[in-house]
């Protein structure tokens, strides 16, 4: 899950920690989601989990960073959240000329901006707001996709080639690790391209020498952890 945070206003700099405490309690129930084609529209839960009310906004955008035009509607885009609440949100499809013979990813972003605590006399002119956010995948799968994200995430060809280390995705499933090494040392997950292989595609880990056994942890639909070996030919 990606957090980022988003100026909103500019006071008193010092007093800015409180904003963001108040803030801490906001959050997704999922890690990641996947829209079945056909499904009409999925649910996704907002919380609160502090004492002070929330203004949340809500979208699902082709990148993580910031928001890009996705086709795909939520409903609805801006709520109320009592304080220690939770809201229902509904992500519907609205565009039938996505890829049908592979997935394809999104993001669900939700920021937040909270309010003063009852009771507490605290005023919006002596502090610091922040909105503070969360960002998560969104995965939309075409129907009738061969096998399924669990025989892609265990069937991954890992194969010794003259730069390093290749990993090559032949299904047309997202694959995220988790965790990924060779003979005990971990390789670096801190590219996108590396830490999601995306249908069809590879990705090579520059090594001077690339053998032994290869060990990964995968992210499945539900963010469990599924872990698999390979001894390299």
Do not use: C
């Not at 996947?34 to 929330?54: D, E, K, W």
């Not at 109320?80 to 565009?95: D, G, Y």
């Not at 502090?127 to 995965?139: E, P």
Request: net charge positive; proline share 8%; hydrophobic share 40%.
């Amino acid at each position: 899950m990606t957090r980022y945070f988003l100026h909103i206003s500019l006071a008193t700099a010092l007093l800015s920690v409180t904003a963001v405490s108040q803030a801490e309690g906001f959050g997704i129930n999922t890690t990641r989601l996947v829209y079945p084609q056909g499904a009409g529209s999925i649910n996704v839960t907002l919380r609160n989990g502090s004492a002070a009310p929330m203004l949340a906004q809500s979208a699902v955008s082709r990148v993580s960073s910031h928001a890009e035009p996705a086709p795909f509607t939520v409903i609805p885009p801006l709520v109320r959240l009592e304080p220690n609440s939770k809201h229902n949100l509904r992500i519907l499809e609205n565009s039938s000329s996505l890829p049908a013979d592979r997935e394809s990813v999104f993001y669900f972003r939700a920021s937040a901006i909270p309010g003063s605590k009852p009771g507490t006399g605290e005023s919006d002119n002596h502090l610091v707001r922040f909105g503070i956010g969360n960002s998560i995948k969104l995965f939309y799968r075409p129907k009738g996709l061969p096998g399924t994200a669990l025989d892609a995430q265990k069937n991954l060809q890992f194969s010794r080639v003259n730069q390093g280390l290749k990993v090559t995705n032949t299904s047309p499933y997202h694959v995220s690790f988790a965790h990924l090494s060779l003979e005990g040392k971990n390789l670096p997950l801190d590219k996108a391209d590396a830490k999601m292989i995306a249908p069809f595609a590879s990705y090579t880990w520059p090594l001077p020498a690339a053998k032994g056994t290869v060990k990964w942890v995968t992210i499945d639909d539900h963010g469990g952890d599924n872990a698999f070996s390979q001894k390299l030919p």
